[in-house]
């Protein structure tokens, strides 16, 4: 009976914690609680390669992470430029669980990163090779021929098959690992992404001026293809007032570096160059959509990403509300009837103080519902464990 009854206990309290929310790896985090890596870890925010890290949390991964003197020299072999260091990071990005035990078992291989995935580099450039070393010793080095091994001095974190952070003595590096594209004609970068009108418009109006003063600072720009402006419900750019139209350029971009990737965790609303408009992100898997509350149009594709610049590519054109075409005009009012004699007199309507007081009511109950879900957690857990304690 005693035995049925720790089972029945223990299954109930597996479900309980089976139920919690499960916290996915957040790398900065982790490496928050080492202060030799702080400048690796903050490389990792600006170049926003923790985002693509983070988002991999099905995927088995090895970071190598470097000491702050072995950061400062990769970030003197870059020329102190963001792009660049970037792909290093990237490569430094091991798409694949190793560790020492690992290594001594099935000794040298060739590893995938993300660097190579991004498809920045060809696969033999942008693998990286782990090589089985001397005694207790093993390391990774770049995937061309005669590359110096980094040998891994400390396995800082390690969760087998899933998860490792492992210390290289110096930073991987090839030649032609710190090229990165050229951003200084945004127009040809446009028309060779097939935005020749968006890149005309963006000209006529002065609006490529602010683009172009925006693109060392933080500028995330949303450029769509020529076909986009002829759609359904679009305004015709032809007929538009000049101040309309550097608006809707203006709500291609934000004043901040964003990726693809990165769009992915967040929440709400994004501002853009349009004073007073903002899009709303919508991310679903690996699509993101940004919408205006009239339009929504999915990021499709990433032209450049070269840190504080990235051009996307949309599907269809943003527009503002108040430009938008397709909506329905609004039904005018039917005009007041007069009350028979001797009818009741209508009820009075509720008073808008009356309705403001139930929805603060009611938003103040869901954020208590929400604000007592981490403290119900800990106690159904605590619960658990009192339980258990006391059938044992």
Do not use: W
Request: aromatic share 6%; charged share 20%; with cysteine.
């Amino acid at each position: 009976m005693a035995t049925q009854r720790l089972v029945a206990a223990l299954v109930a309290c597996l479900l309980v914690l089976a139920a919690l929310p499960v916290r996915g790896r957040n790398i900065t985090a982790i490496l928050q609680g080492y202060k030799e890596y702080k400048l690796y870890n903050q490389y990792l925010s600006e170049t926003k390669v923790c985002d693509e890290i983070n988002s991999r949390q099905s995927t088995s991964m090895t970071i190598l992470v470097l000491s702050n003197d072995a950061m400062t020299t990769l970030a003197k072999d870059a020329g102190d430029s963001l792009p660049a260091i970037k792909n290093a990071l990237r490569l430094h990005s091991v798409l694949d669980y190793y560790d020492r035990k690992k290594v001594k078992k099935y000794g040298d291989e060739s590893a995938a990163t993300l660097y190579q995935a991004t498809g920045d580099a060809a696969e033999t450039t942008g693998n990286v090779k782990v090589v089985d070393q001397e005694d207790k010793n093993y390391g990774f080095s770049a995937a061309t021929a005669g590359a110096r091994i980094c040998t891994v001095t400390k396995e800082v974190e390690t969760h087998p098959f899933k998860f490792a952070i492992l210390e290289v003595t110096a930073p991987i590096e090839f030649d032609g690992l710190f090229d990165v594209p050229s951003t200084a004609n945004l127009t040809r970068l446009l028309e060779r992404a097939g935005c020749k009108v968006f890149a005309s418009l963006a000209a006529s109006t002065g609006v490529l001026k602010s683009y172009e003063d925006a693109m060392d600072k933080g500028l995330t720009l949303f450029a769509v293809n020529d076909d986009a402006f002829s759609a359904k419900d679009v305004p015709d750019v032809k007929t538009m007032s000049k101040a309309n139209l550097t608006k809707l350029l203006q709500l291609h971009a934000l004043p901040s570096y964003n990726t693809k990737t990165s769009l992915k965790s967040v929440k709400g609303s994004l501002r853009t160059l349009a004073p007073k408009d903002d899009v709303k992100v919508v991310a679903k898997g690996d699509d993101v959509s940004l919408d205006t509350g009239k339009t929504r149009s999915r990021v499709a594709s990433t032209v450049v990403d070269s840190v504080p610049f990235c051009l996307l590519t949309m599907d269809s054109l943003l527009v503002p509300p108040e430009l938008y075409v397709g909506a329905p005009e609004a039904a005018p009012a039917p005009a007041p009837v007069d009350a028979p004699q001797g009818s009741p007199p209508a009820a009075d309507a509720p008073s808008v103080a009356a309705d403001h007081a139930d929805h603060k009511s009611k938003k103040s109950t869901a954020s208590s519902a929400v604000a007592s879900r981490p403290v119900a957690a800990l106690a159904a857990t605590a619960v658990c464990s009192v339980v258990l304690a006391s059938l044992l």
